[in-house]
């Protein structure tokens, strides 16, 4: 054991810095890198992590120059970041922004993108070390890595690496998903494939690992004799905005549950890993994916729809149809329900419920254990009327924590027992504000540290539960509706009812 356990390398209080290296992002005017991957690479600068030989090239066809994009940049880095603006980070960060314009089926401009990163191993010091972001349409994969093949950016040597960053959707089904794979795995290696899934940088998500192995009296109840179902929900009070170029052909099932919800119900339900590391993780969550199925009938157990108009945010608000660029005909989800089936030993009876939508109640995004009742409770039946079932609700956004439903006494001479909870909540707890996702996940990109990473493996075993389940709507050819600012359509609330259960009301 080190005598100064500071200076244990393993010490993971001590934070890890990226090596030299640079950024390249595909697509650097679109909203993903300007509200989200900017500002997060300049809180990455502003907390130490990213060394002074570092690089951030943006690669768009937008009639700019380096001086144009850097204005951009800084303007989205000062109104998106978490962290306080520094004039002296950002000057740090200016020193190594380039920007190279072109289209993606230009060989000159991958030329000049090619010696401009050149140009940044000479003077920024980055060492050949380049990550490329794909933050565009799946439709311009293709190209965009065979392009980065013919002009040697994809190459690396010993001293040097170069990883792809893959945002999803990864395809629109299996098959699409599976030709989307063998294109990348001819150009990069398996570790040099970063593909995001933002949801597994939040804390909370992250937390759920800690909430069940580092403590010593949840995981003896994590399973059928003691649980009863599992909700897990993304609401959105939002509509779709100006996503509809990208949105209507997509729906809400591919858009979230194929990886957002799929995601998180691997890592409620996985068993304990050997280890932390990302192969050890992986491992689970695929035993859990390749036992995970929409329940039978699907007619019965899921449930599409498309908002109407109505109010939302105390304001009317359109219907689907009545945003731009959405076809009349359109059967496009906006709202997606669905019962699972892990198929094991332990979650052997105990349904999964998942749910998305937008233009829903309000935002928020959670797990929620719902445990079986006590087999006998000594009660009269008025002293427990108001009893429900004991929960544990897991916050992923907005207001991060954990909160527990149980029974308590109310005080008074009579016994009444009433549902009390309590409440952990990140914000109220810890000093630090958590990081952004994209933090997390940028940061270990540039480590190389591939845990937080779903492998393709994962893709397809979430396209082979979620593919019957759309190809079922789009031969029925027909849609449900919902009110704007309600929780859902009817056809949702009768797969619980079928059960003898009802969704939580956030």
């Known amino acids: 054991m080190s005598a100064n356990p500071l200076r244990d390398a393993r010490d993971r ?26 500002p997060a690479i300049y809180d990455l600068a502003n ?21 144009n994009f850097a204005q951009m940049a800084r ?35 991958w030329q000049r993108l090619a010696s401009t990163l050149h140009e940044l191993d000479a003077t920024q010091g980055t060492g050949g070390n380049h990550a490329f972001y794909l933050a565009i349409p799946p439709s311009f994969f293709p190209v965009v890595i065979s392009s980065l093949q013919h002009h040697g950016l994809a190459d690396s040597d010993r001293d040097a690496w ?26 990069f290696d ?46 959105e009070s939002i ?77 009317p608000v359109g219907g689907y149809h009545d945003e731009e660029g959405i076809a009349a005909d359109s059967i496009t989800e906006t709202y997606a329900a669905m019962r699972l089936d892990v198929m094991t030993r332990r979650w052997a009876g105990v349904p999964f419920y998942l749910r998305t939508g937008k233009r829903l109640g309000r935002r928020v995004t959670e797990v929620a254990v719902v445990f079986k009742r006590a087999p006998h409770q000594p009660f009269a039946r008025h002293d427990v009327q108001e009893l429900g079932e004991n929960a544990i609700v897991m916050r992923i956004q907005p207001d991060e924590g954990v909160t527990m ?57 979430s396209w082979k539960i979620l593919d019957p389940v759309i190809d079922r709507w789009y031969r029925r050819g027909t849609v449900d509706s919902y009110q704007a600012g309600t929780w859902g359509p009817r056809s949702a609330d009768r797969i619980m009812s079928r059960d003898g259960r009802r969704w939580r009301r956030p």
Request: aromatic share 10%.
């Open 13 to 38: 209080r001590l934070p890890q810095i990226a090596g030299p290296c640079s950024v390249v992002l595909m697509g650097v005017t679109g909203d993903l890198s300007r509200r989200k991957l900017i």
């Open 47 to 67: 907390r130490g992590l990213l060394p002074p030989g570092f690089g951030l090239v943006g690669f768009a066809r937008a009639d700019m120059t380096t001086e």
């Open 75 to 109: 303007e989205s880095a000062r109104s998106g970041a978490r962290t306080a603006w520094r004039e002296t980070v950002w000057q740090q960060l200016y020193a190594g922004v380039r920007f190279v314009r072109g289209t993606f089926d230009d060989p000159e401009a």
């Open 162 to 187: 170069r990883r792809v960053v893959i945002e999803k959707p990864f395809g629109h089904d299996l098959e699409s998903a599976h030709h989307l794979n063998s294109i990348v795995a001819q150009v």
């Open 190 to 235: 398996r570790e040099n494939v970063f593909r995001i899934d933002h949801y597994l940088g939040k804390e909370t998500v992250q937390n759920i690992l800690a909430f069940r192995f580092a403590n010593g009296f949840f995981e003896p109840v994590w399973n059928s004799n003691y649980i009863d179902h599992v909700q897990i929900t993304m609401a």
């Open 239 to 315: 509509g779709i905005g100006s996503r509809a170029g990208y949105y209507d052909g997509i729906g809400a099932a591919r858009d979230v549950i194929q990886n957002h919800l799929l995601q998180l119900l691997a890592l409620v339900a996985m068993e304990e890993p050997v280890s932390f590391n990302a192969n050890s993780l992986r491992i689970e969550k695929q035993k859990i994916l390749a036992n995970a199925r929409a329940t039978s009938p699907l007619d019965a157990y899921t449930a599409n729809a498309q908002y109407e108009a109505g109010w939302a945010g105390g304001e």
């Open 405 to 461: 439903r149980f029974g308590a006494k109310v005080p008074g001479t009579a016994m009444e027992i009433r549902d009390v909870n309590m409440d952990f909540a990140y914000g109220e707890t810890f000093v630090e504000t958590s990081p952004e996702a994209y933090e997390r996940l940028i940061l270990d990109v540039l480590l190389g540290e591939p845990p937080l990473f779903p492998q393709q493996e994962e893709v397809e075993l």
